[in-house]
Protein backbone atom coordinates (compact mmCIF):
# COMPACT_ATOMS: atom_id res chain seq x y z
CA UNK A 1 0.00 0.00 0.00
CA UNK A 2 2.29 2.67 1.04
CA UNK A 3 4.88 1.82 -2.11
CA UNK A 4 2.44 2.27 -4.40
CA UNK A 5 1.49 5.57 -2.04
CA UNK A 6 5.20 6.62 -2.73
CA UNK A 7 4.68 6.31 -6.77
CA UNK A 8 1.41 8.40 -6.68
CA UNK A 9 2.79 10.99 -4.72
CA UNK A 10 6.64 11.20 -7.05
CA UNK A 11 3.76 11.09 -10.06
CA UNK A 12 1.46 13.79 -8.69
CA UNK A 13 4.84 15.80 -7.38
CA UNK A 14 6.01 15.76 -10.91
CA UNK A 15 2.99 16.71 -12.37
CA UNK A 16 2.43 19.80 -10.44
CA UNK A 17 6.31 20.84 -10.98
CA UNK A 18 7.46 20.39 -7.28
CA UNK A 19 10.63 19.65 -6.05
CA UNK A 20 10.58 15.76 -4.41
CA UNK A 21 9.08 15.65 -1.20
CA UNK A 22 12.19 14.51 0.00
CA UNK A 23 14.29 17.26 -0.60
CA UNK A 24 12.39 19.43 1.91
CA UNK A 25 15.12 18.58 5.12
CA UNK A 26 17.57 18.90 2.99
CA UNK A 27 16.58 22.50 1.97
CA UNK A 28 15.53 23.53 5.90
CA UNK A 29 19.24 22.54 7.27
CA UNK A 30 19.93 19.82 9.73
CA UNK A 31 16.99 21.30 12.16
CA UNK A 32 13.53 19.78 12.09
CA UNK A 33 10.75 21.94 11.25
CA UNK A 34 8.48 22.23 13.96
CA UNK A 35 4.10 21.40 13.01
CA UNK A 36 1.56 22.71 14.58
CA UNK A 37 -1.70 20.72 13.11
CA UNK A 38 -4.96 23.08 13.44
CA UNK A 39 -8.12 20.65 13.45
CA UNK A 40 -12.10 21.88 13.70
CA UNK A 41 -15.20 21.98 11.62
CA UNK A 42 -15.78 24.62 9.08
CA UNK A 43 -16.39 27.73 10.63
CA UNK A 44 -14.84 26.85 13.71
CA UNK A 45 -12.39 30.05 13.36
CA UNK A 46 -9.27 28.11 12.38
CA UNK A 47 -8.16 30.84 10.03
CA UNK A 48 -8.99 33.67 11.74
CA UNK A 49 -6.93 32.25 14.88
CA UNK A 50 -4.11 30.81 12.87
CA UNK A 51 -3.71 34.95 11.79
CA UNK A 52 -3.91 35.85 15.44
CA UNK A 53 -0.93 32.94 16.09
CA UNK A 54 1.09 34.05 13.27
CA UNK A 55 1.39 37.74 14.50
CA UNK A 56 2.10 36.88 18.29
CA UNK A 57 4.43 33.95 17.75
CA UNK A 58 5.49 34.32 13.81
CA UNK A 59 4.88 30.97 12.73
CA UNK A 60 3.89 30.02 9.07
CA UNK A 61 0.04 29.68 8.67
CA UNK A 62 -0.54 26.79 5.53
CA UNK A 63 -4.12 26.21 4.71
CA UNK A 64 -3.76 22.59 3.06
CA UNK A 65 -7.82 24.13 1.77
CA UNK A 66 -6.46 27.43 0.72
CA UNK A 67 -3.55 25.35 -1.25
CA UNK A 68 -5.92 23.59 -2.92
CA UNK A 69 -8.11 26.22 -4.09
CA UNK A 70 -5.34 27.94 -4.96
CA UNK A 71 -4.00 25.25 -7.31
CA UNK A 72 -7.69 24.30 -8.59
CA UNK A 73 -7.35 27.95 -9.75
CA UNK A 74 -4.05 27.77 -11.63
CA UNK A 75 -4.55 28.15 -15.47
CA UNK A 76 -3.40 24.59 -16.85
CA UNK A 77 -3.77 22.51 -13.43
CA UNK A 78 -4.15 19.11 -14.21
CA UNK A 79 -6.08 18.77 -11.11
CA UNK A 80 -8.03 21.45 -10.86
CA UNK A 81 -11.23 19.95 -12.14
CA UNK A 82 -10.59 16.91 -9.20
CA UNK A 83 -9.83 19.10 -6.43
CA UNK A 84 -13.30 21.32 -7.39
CA UNK A 85 -15.55 18.15 -7.32
CA UNK A 86 -14.42 16.73 -3.94
CA UNK A 87 -14.97 20.91 -2.44
CA UNK A 88 -18.52 21.12 -3.79
CA UNK A 89 -18.89 17.39 -2.50
CA UNK A 90 -17.38 17.98 0.98
CA UNK A 91 -14.98 14.92 0.61
CA UNK A 92 -11.22 14.42 1.08
CA UNK A 93 -9.38 15.49 -1.56
CA UNK A 94 -6.37 12.27 -2.32
CA UNK A 95 -3.18 12.98 0.19
CA UNK A 96 -0.48 13.09 -2.69
CA UNK A 97 -2.04 15.94 -3.83
CA UNK A 98 -2.22 17.76 -0.28
CA UNK A 99 1.11 16.60 0.71
CA UNK A 100 3.14 18.43 -2.76
CA UNK A 101 1.24 21.13 -2.28
CA UNK A 102 2.18 21.34 1.84
CA UNK A 103 5.44 20.46 0.86
CA UNK A 104 6.28 22.87 -1.63
CA UNK A 105 4.87 25.45 0.44
CA UNK A 106 7.07 24.72 3.40
CA UNK A 107 9.86 24.30 0.99
CA UNK A 108 9.28 27.83 -0.76
CA UNK A 109 9.10 29.71 2.77
CA UNK A 110 12.56 28.62 4.10
CA UNK A 111 11.02 28.62 7.53
CA UNK A 112 10.90 26.70 10.45
CA UNK A 113 7.73 27.28 12.32
CA UNK A 114 4.80 25.86 10.85
CA UNK A 115 1.02 25.90 11.61
CA UNK A 116 -1.09 23.46 9.33
CA UNK A 117 -4.77 23.87 8.97
CA UNK A 118 -7.34 21.76 7.49
CA UNK A 119 -4.86 18.53 7.70
CA UNK A 120 -4.77 15.54 8.37
CA UNK A 121 -8.37 15.36 7.81
CA UNK A 122 -8.69 11.68 7.56
CA UNK A 123 -6.42 8.32 8.49
CA UNK A 124 -5.38 8.19 4.65
CA UNK A 125 -3.78 12.11 4.85
CA UNK A 126 -2.49 10.92 8.49
CA UNK A 127 -0.96 7.82 6.24
CA UNK A 128 0.30 10.20 4.00
CA UNK A 129 1.88 12.58 6.52
CA UNK A 130 4.09 10.28 8.32
CA UNK A 131 5.16 8.06 5.45
CA UNK A 132 6.58 11.31 3.25
CA UNK A 133 6.86 14.09 6.15
CA UNK A 134 7.33 12.27 9.96
CA UNK A 135 10.84 11.96 9.86
CA UNK A 136 11.13 14.97 8.09
CA UNK A 137 9.64 17.75 11.00
CA UNK A 138 8.41 17.63 13.86
CA UNK A 139 4.63 17.49 15.60
CA UNK A 140 4.26 19.79 17.97
CA UNK A 141 0.74 19.42 19.06
CA UNK A 142 -2.57 19.39 17.69
CA UNK A 143 -4.45 22.67 18.07
CA UNK A 144 -8.47 21.70 17.55
CA UNK A 145 -10.92 23.89 17.65
CA UNK A 146 -13.82 22.38 19.23
CA UNK A 147 -17.37 23.91 17.80
CA UNK A 148 -21.10 22.82 17.89
CA UNK A 149 -22.25 22.19 13.96
CA UNK A 150 -24.86 24.65 14.53
CA UNK A 151 -22.32 27.75 15.71
CA UNK A 152 -19.96 26.18 12.86
CA UNK A 153 -22.97 26.46 10.12
CA UNK A 154 -24.45 29.58 11.50
CA UNK A 155 -20.87 31.31 10.77
CA UNK A 156 -20.08 29.86 7.01
CA UNK A 157 -23.56 30.76 6.03
CA UNK A 158 -22.93 34.19 7.46
CA UNK A 159 -19.40 34.05 5.64
CA UNK A 160 -21.13 33.34 2.32
CA UNK A 161 -23.97 35.95 2.50
CA UNK A 162 -21.04 38.33 2.72
CA UNK A 163 -19.39 37.10 -0.33
CA UNK A 164 -16.29 34.93 0.77
CA UNK A 165 -16.22 33.97 -2.76
CA UNK A 166 -16.13 29.81 -1.49
CA UNK A 167 -17.65 26.98 -3.49
CA UNK A 168 -18.56 25.40 -0.55
CA UNK A 169 -20.05 27.52 1.55
CA UNK A 170 -23.47 26.65 1.30
CA UNK A 171 -25.96 24.63 3.48
CA UNK A 172 -25.62 21.36 1.35
CA UNK A 173 -22.00 21.29 0.93
CA UNK A 174 -21.67 22.45 4.48
CA UNK A 175 -23.62 19.53 5.72
CA UNK A 176 -21.60 17.34 3.72
CA UNK A 177 -18.21 18.55 5.53
CA UNK A 178 -19.54 18.74 8.71
CA UNK A 179 -20.65 14.80 8.40
CA UNK A 180 -17.33 14.07 6.91
CA UNK A 181 -15.51 15.45 9.25
CA UNK A 182 -17.08 13.77 11.94
CA UNK A 183 -16.51 10.87 10.72
CA UNK A 184 -13.10 11.05 9.46
CA UNK A 185 -11.70 13.89 11.17
CA UNK A 186 -12.47 13.00 14.86
CA UNK A 187 -10.54 9.66 14.50
CA UNK A 188 -7.20 12.07 14.01
CA UNK A 189 -8.25 13.87 17.02
CA UNK A 190 -8.46 11.32 18.83
CA UNK A 191 -5.36 9.58 17.86
CA UNK A 192 -3.35 12.44 18.63
CA UNK A 193 -4.99 13.00 22.01
CA UNK A 194 -3.99 9.19 23.06
CA UNK A 195 -0.12 10.11 22.46
CA UNK A 196 -0.97 13.57 24.50
CA UNK A 197 -0.83 15.79 21.85
CA UNK A 198 -4.08 17.57 21.43
CA UNK A 199 -4.73 21.51 23.15
CA UNK A 200 -8.33 21.17 23.36
CA UNK A 201 -10.09 25.01 22.75
CA UNK A 202 -13.56 26.06 23.26
CA UNK A 203 -14.20 27.89 19.95
CA UNK A 204 -17.82 28.93 20.34
CA UNK A 205 -16.26 32.01 22.39
CA UNK A 206 -15.68 35.58 21.06
CA UNK A 207 -12.18 35.61 18.37
CA UNK A 208 -10.37 37.48 21.43
CA UNK A 209 -11.35 34.99 24.64
CA UNK A 210 -10.45 32.05 21.96
CA UNK A 211 -7.15 33.59 21.98
CA UNK A 212 -6.82 34.05 25.35
CA UNK A 213 -7.18 30.19 25.35
CA UNK A 214 -4.72 29.75 22.17
CA UNK A 215 -2.17 31.53 23.80
CA UNK A 216 -2.09 29.28 26.82
CA UNK A 217 -0.87 26.27 24.34
CA UNK A 218 1.93 27.93 22.94
CA UNK A 219 3.20 29.78 25.88
Known amino acids: MFGLLTRRIACVTSSLGFRNIRNIKTKMSDELPNVVFVLGGPGAGKGTQCAKIVEKFQYVHLSAGDLLREERNTPGSAFGELIENHIRNGSIVPVEITCSLLANAMEKSGQKKFLI????????????????????????????????????????????????????????????????????????????????????IDASQSPDQVFEDVKKAFE
Open 117 to 200: DGFPRNKDNLDGWQKEMGDKTNVQFVLFFNCSQETCMDRCLQRGAAGSGRSDDNEESLKKRFQTYVKDTMAIIEYYEALGLVRK
